[in-house]
């Protein structure tokens, strides 16, 4: 499989793979949370941005503002001709941040409500191979807690999906179980 | 799009529709990008988005989970 920030700039790629191609290629330590999390878990209901919780570490984020200055990110909630800095210390001075960027939008979280913070948004993730490059991806039960938390109706739609989901594979598991407690039932 | 508009989205008046539509879950940010493109660019983009949702769903695979204490990979 191809990888790599030269691919970003074919007009064939989805913007959601160059997204994550970019993050993916760039080394930056995240977190898939949100809509498209909820898309990789069986959810159906359509999302229209990338959502990761980023690491604070420092060098992640000279890594992550690197990736979003080769994709000319400028803040989604403020004028256009708002003068902003995008370095690493920027980054270090806030916590979440909404982008535009060439590569469509993108929302970058320190700190998800209703989880934490990266560690605890980390801990428990499950690892995709998302083209070529390996993410974490918000376990479920966590994913529900934040969208819990985020407690609008909005959220409250996704959550009510999710936990069929969640109820489901549980469900599964626990028949599994049962084959291998009695293997011949 | 005019500033009025811009200012709109991005600091909705209170009581206003946008204000409302802000506490349901929507974010206006996208919204208003869209609302500058044209028609057709709507179009593309939900194609876009489409296509490439899809291509997640059908590429995706799971190769590992993180530890729930140490955060490391199993």
Redesign the interface.
């Known amino acids: 499989m191809t990888s790599g920030p030269a691919n970003l700039n074919s007009d064939l790629i989805p913007l959601i793979e160059k997204q994550v191609r970019l993050l993916g290629s760039s080394n930056v330590d995240c977190v898939i949370i949100g809509g498209v999390a909820a898309t990789l878990h069986g959810s159906e209901i359509p999302t229209s941005d990338l959502d990761v919780c980023y690491s604070r570490d420092p060098q992640n984020l000279e890594r992550l503002a690197k990736a979003l200055q080769s994709v000319d990110a400028r803040l989604r909630n403020a004028p256009r001709d708002l003068p902003f800095i995008l370095d690493a210390e920027t980054l270090r001075r806030g916590l979440n941040f909404t982008f535009w960027t060439n590569v469509g939008s993108l929302d970058l979280l320190g700190e998800v409500k209703g989880v934490g913070y990266y560690e605890d948004v980390l801990s428990g993730s499950l690892i995709f191979e998302l083209f070529g490059f390996p993410f974490a991806v918000v376990e479920l039960g966590r994913l529900i807690a934040a969208k819990r938390a985020a407690g609008r109706p909005k959220d409250l739609l996704m959550v009510v999906e999710l936990e069929a989901i969640l109820e489901r594979q549980l469900q599964a598991k626990a028949d599994e179980h049962k084959k291998e407690i009695k293997p011949d039932e | 799009m005019a ?1 009025k508009d ?1 200012d709109y989205f ?1 600091n909705p008046p209170p009581g206003s529709a946008a204000a409302r539509a802000v ?5 206006l ?2 919204t208003l ?1 869209n609302l500058r493109l044209s028609p057709e660019e709507r179009i593309r983009k939900l194609d ?2 489409l ?3 899809a ?3 059908a ?11 140490t ?1 490391k ?1 199993k």
């Open positions: 500033v811009d991005l506490e349901f879950g929507i974010d940010t996208l990008e876009d988005h296509a490439g949702i291509k997640l769903k590429t995706a695979r799971i190769i590992g989970r993180h530890d729930e204490r955060s990979p």
